[in-house]
């Protein structure tokens, strides 16, 4: 492990940022040690990276006592910092205000800091393309270093593609005209000079060595030396895991029945889960609503013909597991051995040993909504009378002043679709829909045509106006108002709704499900620029970057390594200005004449980065979004206009299953199921916390002996059919700690003796029944993503003598592992794994897409679409009341758009800062936790339950 720091700084620099001042607590002294050691270079070594731990008078300097004894632990050490969790963490004595010269300044700066070296390193070391182009990302091409590639032959669309002749055929490849004007129905032209890149079809990427995937396959002899012959598709078995680490206790099974309640949807009934305190269901259901926009391996709903069998010995029957219940195997898209090349004397694999492909576009272009190919598009449906508009109708005579925005129509027999779809809402993509895909589809459907109904609005006042639209095929004309046809206004309106999608994602729904403030200014800093008023810190970053990849200005043109700078001018400033002295990626200054064109597709184009390897997700994205613990089994009914504290009902969410959403929709109304889902905490990301209704789901579809599956067991199993490295290997593939036992997964900070603790205790004591231990053999190697301390090759014993009883810790399938991690930064409701992943991909994403960067433009938006995604809305940016966590912000984007498309719930939402937190908490001081009810909401029975 590489602790090594260099002087790269005078200490001038560094004593103005980081702050040495007195603070008086005994930590002065170690943060002139830390200032005089330098920042530590970015890792030339994927086994030296810098893990997010840091040495000891860092520690000190940035959070005291208690951050030093932290890094014996394999957590991250930021999470321990000053400032970064709530009021508890604040340093006796200062303000949150403190400056960043105080403890507070330190501990946050230090936090973003640290977050920014795994950012850096994890685009350095955890991109793997499994499209063919890995080979020229080691070797380069034509001079050029792998990492500095911007184009490539494998990213062109293929002779017989429809628009092959269009893009420029066997020449050079180069999209223009209409392929380029908006976000395209398959994804390709995102990047003009990668038309496939993104598109639908293209295979999944990975975050891990190539040789690190598929250990069941025996291919690698580090793998084979890590599992022995342990594992298997059904070994450990998954409907026993499932059943033994993943079932929900009921204090009265009696009143849960399964998740299915009780008769009458009666309030009595009661289903026991762990809740998240500061994150709603409708938080849950938004992440499901995203997941089906990035990736999806089934297709049309179906996975591969051939049926399997899922596990459960006849033993194991007694836990409640099924043994007859069947499913389809996953697809498989190239499962020839990979070709080897060699490259720096190392052999490579080309590829992971199988892929698979991403059914629908990986652009957050709200495919789910508008389609990723033509088939889904059929179900699209358009307003009869403004082809502009998605075609909403009428359900029912309910008051309200939203109703009048009506519901999406049902999908209608010569719509393509599925059995199992019918007497559903018409949408997209239509898997797996409930109450909760059922409200986002029609709150988005809504907040499209409120888009167009502003956008006539201001074509009627001002008809000739210009309109700020260009047509790339005739750039310098003039698009004014009246010019605008129903089709073009309908692909703004798809613009508008992605980049607000995004900005809520990114701006709203992250930062409370990591509710603490480095995650705060980190996430507006992905979206508005973290250093607006912070330029020491910013000055400080460029000079790491400076220092580490030479002169600034090679770093921006090679574009390799400027997520510094990406984080610096934020991703929606970046880039969609030109200007004389600054070429690219220069943010918005009024001072200066801004000399951007669409008649140069450079500018157009200029402002991605997809840092040398194109943009996909990976499978390992996939697997950390396996969130189905978020779920509850049932739904704490309510009413808005008559006393929303009341819960009338309790509804199954699997009585919401596919067509029986539409209905639940229809009958309840759209307020009605916000305010439930919006008051209600969603399940905590533990062990023992899945709803019982998914492990007994039923999809007659398989014809089945049982017609169910264990959705929760076909979580493990997919992930092994894709090879997605066990939980140990995955953290070292990704630059964190592995542990060492099972018990490294109980979470330090507590008491011996305490509830908590012992509960932690009873949980890895069935984590090691289930994954059984071995003798160890310290003569194998098990890794070569990381080194131990003293440089030697980590082996089987993790440290302990030959020979030794050690826990299978390294066979823990990734989701039980990261379902395990007890031990969390504050207000974290995902773990530190899958973290890691999202530091990553979710910045990649808003990287790599041309309009959120340098399209992001009143020529593509208009300058209607333009307002409307900066403001959140038509009628400019609004203000929150007061300082919430001592920030000024504005109104939210997701609650402006539910004020636009449910006005009925103003009153509700008028206590509402953020509309992720559910919404009759007390917020608190500081980033609390603290389930108590806000002022008026003290009679709602939710907060008489833990
Ligand atoms: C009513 C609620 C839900 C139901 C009925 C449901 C059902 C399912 C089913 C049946 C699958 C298996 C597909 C297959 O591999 O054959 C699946 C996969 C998945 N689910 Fe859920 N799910 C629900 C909620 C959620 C939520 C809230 C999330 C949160 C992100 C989520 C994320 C995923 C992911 C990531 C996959 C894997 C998708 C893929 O392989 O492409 N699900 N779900």
Request: proline share 6%; with cysteine; glycine share 10%.
């Amino acid at each position: 492990m590489a602790h090594v720091y260099q002087c790269l700084l005078g200490a001038t620099v560094v004593l103005l940022v980081l702050g040495c001042a007195t603070t008086g607590l005994d930590d002065a002294s170690s943060c002139v040690d830390m200032v005089s050691g330098g920042f530590r270079p970015i890792a030339t070594d994927r086994a030296a990276r810098f893990l997010g731990k840091v040495q000891e008078p860092t520690a000190q300097c940035r959070g005291g006592d208690r951050t030093v004894a932290w890094r014996d632990t394999p957590w991250t050490d930021w999470q321990n910092y000053w400032a970064t969790a709530g009021a508890q963490s604040l340093a006796p004595g200062w303000s949150v205000r403190g400056g960043h010269a105080g403890p507070n300044g330190r501990g946050v700066d230090g936090a973003l800091l640290d977050l920014e070296y795994q950012r850096i390193e994890l685009i350095k070391f955890n991109l793997f393309d499994n499209s063919g182009t890995y080979r020229d990302y080691v070797s380069g091409r034509g001079g050029v270093d792998g990492r500095a590639l911007k184009v490539w032959s494998e990213m062109r669309l293929p002779n017989g593609h429809p628009q092959y002749a269009a893009v420029g055929g066997e020449g050079e490849q180069r999209c223009q005209g209409d392929l380029i004007r908006f976000r395209t129905l398959t994804g390709i032209c995102n990047d003009i000079k990668n038309p496939r890149m993104g598109s639908s079809g293209m295979p999944f990427a990975r975050n891990v060595e190539f040789g690190a995937t598929f250990p069941e396959l025996g291919q690698d002899e580090l793998a084979r030396n890590r599992h022995g012959d342990r594992l298997s598709l059904l070994v450990p078995d998954p409907q026993v895991i499932s059943r033994r680490l993943f079932t929900r206790a009921q204090a009265g099974p009696d009143t849960c029945r399964d998740g299915h309640g009780l008769p009458g949807d009666s309030a009595d009934a009661r289903c026991d889960y762990k809740k998240a305190p500061f994150f709603n269901v409708l938080a849950a259901f938004w992440i499901q609503f995203m997941t089906h926009d990035w990736f999806s391996h089934l297709r049309e709903g179906a996975n591969a013909p051939e049926m399997m069998a899922v596990g459960c010995p006849p033993a194991a029957a007694q836990l409640g597991c099924r043994p007859d219940d069947r499913i389809d195997r996953a697809y498989v898209d190239q499962d020839a051995p990979p070709s080897t090349f060699t490259a720096g004397g190392k052999t490579h694999l080309a590829r992971a040993y199988k892929t698979s492909t991403n059914t629908v576009t990986a652009w957050w272009d709200a495919s789910q909504l508008y389609g990723y190919d033509e088939v889904s598009r059929r179900r699209v449906k358009r307003a009869l009378d403004d082809p502009a508009k998605l075609l909403m109708v009428p359900a029912g005579q309910r008051a309200g002043a939203g109703e009048r925005l009506g519901y999406l129509p049902v999908l209608e027999a010569s719509d393509p679709m599925n059995p199992q779809w019918v007497g559903q809402e018409a949408a997209a993509f239509p898997d797996n829909w409930s109450i909760g895909i059922s409200f986002y589809h029609t709150v988005f459907a809504r907040e499209h045509n409120r888009f167009v109904e502003t956008f006539r609005a201001q074509a009627a006042a001002t008809p000739d106006a210009d309109s700020g639209l260009r047509n790339p095929a005739r750039p310098r004309d003039v698009i004014r108002y009246r010019d605008v046809t129903a089709d073009e206004l309908f692909e703004v309106a798809r613009l508008v709704v992605s980049a607000e999608i995004a900005k809520i994602h990114t701006t709203e729904w992250t930062p409370q499900l990591l509710y603490d403030e480095p995650l705060y200014l980190g996430m507006n800093a992905n979206w508005h620029g973290l250093f607006r008023g912070k330029d020491r810190l910013r000055a400080v970053m460029e000079k790491i970057t400076v220092q580490n990849f030479g002169t600034s200005t090679d770093a921006k043109k090679a574009g390799q390594w400027y997520s510094v700078f990406a984080s610096g001018a934020g991703i929606f400033g970046l880039g969609s200005h030109v200007y004389e002295d600054d070429a690219i990626f220069a943010a918005y200054d009024p001072a200066k004449v801004d000399r951007w064109t669409l008649e140069n597709l450079d500018h157009v184009n200029g402002g991605v980065n997809h840092f040398g390897s194109p943009f996909n997700f990976p499978e390992e994205f996939v697997t950390v979004y396996r969130l189905h613990t978020m779920v509850p089994d049932l739904i704490e009914l309510r009413r808005w206009d008559d006393d929303p504290n009341a819960v009338r009902n309790k509804v199954p969410v699997v009585d919401t299953f596919r067509g029986r959403a539409t209905a639940a929709m229809r009958e309840r109304g759209l307020a009605n199921w916000a305010l439930s889902m919006g008051r209600q905490r969603l399940g905590l990301l533990t062990l023992q916390n899945h709803p019982h209704f998914l492990q007994g789901l039923e999809l007659p579809r398989l014809g089945s002996p049982t017609g169910k599956i264990d959705v929760v067991a076909l979580d493990l199993i997919r992930d092994r059919e894709r090879g997605v490295p066990r939980f140990n290997e995955f953290r070292r593939q990704y630059g964190l700690t592995q542990l060492t036992s099972f018990d490294d997964f109980i979470d330090p900070r507590l008491a011996r003796g305490t509830p908590e603790r012992a509960e932690q205790e009873r949980l890895v004591g069935i984590l090691r029944e289930v994954y059984g231990q071995h003798r160890c053999d310290a003569s194998k190697a098990i890794t070569s993503a990381q080194r131990n301390a003293d440089g030697s090759p980590i082996n089987d014993c993790l440290g302990r003598p030959h020979g030794s009883l050690v826990d299978n810790v390294e066979d823990v399938d990734t989701v039980v592992g990261w379902l395990s991690e007890f031990a969390r930064p504050h207000g974290f409701a995902i773990s530190e794994t899958q973290f890691q992943v999202f530091i990553l991909n979710a910045s990649r994403r808003l990287f790599s897409d041309r309009f959120f960067t340098s399209s992001f433009r009143p020529e593509f938006y208009g300058h209607v679409g333009v307002r409307w995604v900066t403001d959140n809305g038509p009628d400019g940016k609004v203000m929150e009341k007061g300082q919430p966590n001592g920030h000024e912000v504005e109104v939210s984007p997701l609650k402006r758009v539910l004020l636009r498309t449910v006005p009925e719930l103003g009153p509700e939402l008028a206590h509402v800062v953020n509309a992720f937190d559910p919404w009759a908490r007390d917020r608190g001081e500081y980033y609390s936790l603290d389930w108590t009810p806000r002022k008026g909401a003290e009679s709602d029975p939710a907060f008489r339950e833990k």
